[in-house]
């Protein structure tokens, strides 16, 4: 019996990383998908995610052009999902991770990681909500990190953009859990994605072993690990889940 057979997901970053392997997943899983990235191609190599779900799985996926700080992108995104019966699933993913010399002035990463991280959410739940209050309800997943549970003194906005993620969720669910609509946060550790290979890198440096042995479950993540937990957050699994973290961080932030 597949998870989401019927169901209709809306992916925002799902041409790479932790958006393609939900994508994936969830396709594999029966739902049809909705790819909206500002790229077509994966950061990391390989072909479109949407083409490798037709290529490689029974459900259907199309790519949107999509910049989620533009609300009326988002907006086209979440309709094309009308195409394959309308949106159940949406997962806020697109980001971005930079560091930060918080004391030196006039390198600001500031506007854009709020613009993306926190904007492109709240715009992004914004149209799905929209969408699946005409339609009996849904799922709304928002990509947070353990970086929206504790700070860090080189990732100032990025904590600041993360926690504002995690309240954000509790916030919408309280308005639309009455309505139907479940909004949930998951919350990555370190996971080896071109974030954390490239814009801020861990893997592949001499510092990936001091990382990884703080992480009790002995590895780094992969985006198949977060995949996992969206799919049960997108599932009927997760039905009485509200407003509720999930951390797939290995143990490193509780141990
Ligand atoms: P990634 O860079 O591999 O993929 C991000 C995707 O988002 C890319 O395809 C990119 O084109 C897209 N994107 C960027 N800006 C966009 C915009 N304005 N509009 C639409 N799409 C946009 O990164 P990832 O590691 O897969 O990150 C996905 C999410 O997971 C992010 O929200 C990130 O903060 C979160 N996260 C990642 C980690 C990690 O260790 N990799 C840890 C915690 C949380």
Same mark, same amino acid.
């Given at each position: 019996?597949?998870?989401?057979?019927?169901?209709?997901?809306? #992916?925002?970053?799902?041409?790479?990383?932790?958006?393609?392997?939900?994508?994936?997943?969830?396709?594999?899983?029966?739902?049809?998908?909705?790819?909206?990235?500002?790229?077509?191609?994966?950061?990391? +190599? +390989?072909?479109?995610?949407? =083409?490798?779900?037709?290529?490689?799985?029974?459900?259907?996926?199309?790519?949107?052009?999509?910049?989620?700080?533009? $609300? =009326?992108?988002?907006?086209?995104? #979440?309709?094309?999902?009308? =195409?394959?019966?309308? /949106?159940?699933?949406?997962?806020?993913?697109?980001?971005?991770?930079?560091?930060?010399?918080?004391?030196?002035?006039?390198?600001?990463?500031?506007?854009?990681?709020?613009? /993306?991280? #926190?904007? @492109?959410?709240?715009?992004?739940?914004?149209?799905?909500?929209?969408?699946?209050?005409?339609?009996?309800?849904?799922?709304?997943?928002?990509?947070?990190?353990?970086? @929206?549970?504790?700070?860090?003194?080189?990732?100032?906005? $990025?904590?600041?953009?993360?926690?504002?993620?995690?309240?954000?969720? $509790? %916030?919408?669910?309280?308005?639309?859990?009455?309505?139907?609509?479940?909004?949930?946060?998951?919350?990555? @550790?370190?996971?080896?994605?071109?974030?954390?290979?490239?814009?801020?890198?861990?893997?592949?440096?001499?510092?990936?072993?001091?990382?990884?042995?703080? /992480?009790? %479950?002995?590895?780094?993540?992969?985006?198949?690990?977060?995949?996992?937990?969206?799919?049960?957050?997108?599932?009927?699994?997760?039905? $009485?889940?509200?407003? =509720? %973290?999930?951390?797939?961080?290995?143990?490193?932030?509780?141990?």
């Amino acid at each position: 019996e597949e998870m989401l057979s019927g169901k209709t997901a809306v #992916v925002t970053g799902g041409a790479s990383g932790n958006g393609r392997a939900i994508s994936s997943l969830f396709a594999e899983e029966g739902a049809d998908v909705v790819v909206a990235d500002i790229r077509e191609e994966p950061r990391e +190599g +390989g072909e479109p995610t949407h =083409e490798r779900i037709e290529a490689n799985t029974d459900a259907n996926a199309t790519f949107v052009e999509c910049d989620v700080t533009d $609300y =009326e992108a988002l907006k086209d995104a #979440v309709a094309a999902a009308d =195409e394959f019966g309308g /949106i159940d699933t949406m997962v806020n993913n697109a980001g971005v991770f930079r560091a930060e010399e918080f004391l030196e002035e006039g390198d600001d990463v500031f506007d854009m990681i709020m613009d /993306i991280n #926190v904007r @492109g959410t709240y715009y992004g739940s914004r149209a799905a909500a929209n969408a699946m209050l005409d339609d009996g309800g849904g799922s709304i997943v928002n990509l947070s990190s353990v970086a @929206g549970l504790e700070g860090s003194g080189e990732f100032i906005s $990025y904590c600041a953009s993360k926690g504002a993620v995690r309240l954000m969720t $509790y %916030s919408l669910a309280s308005l639309l859990g009455p309505e139907g609509v479940r909004v949930n946060a998951i919350h990555p @550790g370190l996971i080896e994605t071109s974030m954390t290979t490239e814009d801020v890198p861990i893997f592949g440096t001499d510092e990936e072993a001091g990382f990884v042995g703080q /992480i009790p %479950s002995g590895r780094g993540g992969t985006a198949e690990d977060v995949a996992k937990g969206a799919l049960f957050l997108a599932s009927d699994l997760s039905d $009485y889940v509200n407003a =509720e %973290s999930l951390v797939i961080d290995g143990g490193m932030t509780n141990s």
